[in-house]
């Protein structure tokens, strides 16, 4: 690949310099810088500056509100974000359901919902994994019953990220018993505000509140919220799936951790004594950057299918495992980097005082740590690794 860019690429990368450092909140960049979790409020703040710019929705298509950008400048702008210290937006609305309403969906369902997706109006939630059915996510049971113009839902999922701050979810689910359990699987739109639909937080191993289970009963659903065909949910999903793996790489946002532990190491509690403890880690983190490198050529080859208009494919496989095990490697070694100081429990960081108490440990240990515990499910959530090497596989004929 020809990885040089243009004069005009180069000129676009300043102007999302300039964006980031004199537009965009810096309340915002400034709450993660601190170690902040970020409220569901902060989130429609930065997205709604992005959509402000009209940069909000790179990957979308001109014709539905995107930028009209090539793929060097979505790169771009996700490298230039990830290195302001920005979050990164919420996926489920953006990267994962929009795709699929403006390829599947009807003029009416665009109308409905793209605008308030783009204008950072709605959120959306992803129910897709079940009880028995994560990895084998074709053996759902949540089922949809026709009845008129209603489907009713009846079932629930788990591992539902921020559904608690959704307005809307998506879900698979099952209209008819086939003899492949790929098939009779609907892709159905649920207004969480619908009564019988109820969420029920999964505090994690970092102490924070990320998942929920989502339980349906007897939940009434208009058959006008449906994308596409009836038993054809499958097919969307897979569509999508390839997007949301793609998705997972943030490769600019790893590089600014190398970076932040390379000034960190100096400061090390051992930083003066074992130097071999010091050559240990850093060989292990000159390993990591080693392989954020292949990782960063492994994303540029799989966008090249969007360039010319289509989804990425298989490929993406690939893309979800090497960037979930160099986020567990670059967080583990921030968790040695911290020594004794890396703590068991965790404190609430919803609020700028969350460190009272803790001013004789470094300040990255706390959000170090937790980070640690919550980059060990990367390799399960969004396609297990197992089954991330069994789709390469087939690609390989074995």
């Known amino acids: 690949m020809d990885m040089r860019q243009s004069a005009e690429d180069e000129a676009f990368r300043e102007t999302v310099q300039a964006y980031f450092r004199e537009e965009y909140p810096r309340d915002i960049i400034a709450k993660l810088a601190n170690g902040q979790t970020l409220k569901k409020s902060d989130m429609v703040a930065s997205e709604q500056a992005l959509s402000a710019r009209g940069w909000l929705a790179p990957g979308w298509p001109a014709e539905y509100g995107g930028p009209g950008w090539t793929i060097t400048q979505r790169f771009i702008f996700d490298e230039e974000l990830e290195r302001a210290g920005a979050p990164n937006v919420s996926p489920m609305g953006l990267l994962y359901v929009a795709p699929v309403i403006y390829t599947f969906g009807t003029p009416e369902q665009k109308d409905r919902w793209l605008g308030d997706i783009l204008s950072a109006r709605t959120f959306w939630a992803q129910g897709y994994s079940e009880p028995e059915a994560g990895s084998d996510l074709a053996s759902l049971r949540t089922r949809a019953v026709l009845d008129g113009d209603h489907y009713i839902v009846d079932g629930e999922k788990i591992w539902t990220s921020d ?10 689910v099952r209209t008819e018993d086939a003899p492949r359990k790929q098939d009779g699987i609907t892709f159905l739109c649920i207004d969480m505000a619908t009564p019988g639909v109820e969420v029920v937080p999964i505090i994690t191993i970092d102490g924070g509140h990320h998942l929920n289970r989502v339980v349906f009963d007897n939940v009434r659903v208009p058959v006008e919220n449906r994308i596409g065909d009836e038993g054809k949910g499958w097919t969307y999903a897979r569509h999508l799936l390839s997007y949301e793996r793609t998705s997972y790489a943030h490769v600019a946002a790893k590089r600014r951790q190398i970076e932040d532990m390379k000034r960190l190491l100096a400061d090390a509690p051992w930083a003066e004594g074992d130097a071999g403890q010091q050559d240990d880690v850093r060989h292990r983190l000159a390993a990591v950057e080693v392989q954020l490198d292949a990782l960063e050529m492994t994303v540029l080859r799989a966008l090249a299918p969007l360039a010319a208009g289509q989804a990425p494919g298989d490929e993406a496989s690939i893309i979800k495992i090497a960037a979930t095990e160099t986020a567990q490697a670059i967080t583990e070694l921030f968790v040695e980097l911290a020594g004794l100081h890396a703590l068991p429990k965790f404190p609430d960081r919803s609020g700028p005082d969350w460190r009272a108490g803790l001013e ?26 197992e089954i991330q090497k069994n789709i390469i596989a087939r690609q390989l004929g074995l």
Do not use: K, N, S
């Open 360 to 385: 004789a440990i470094p300040a990255f240990a706390a959000p170090a740590t937790a980070a640690y515990f919550l980059a060990r499910a990367q390799t399960i959530y969004g396609g297990a690794t």
């Open 163 to 172: 559904a608690h701050y959704a307005d809307w979810i998506f879900c698979l």
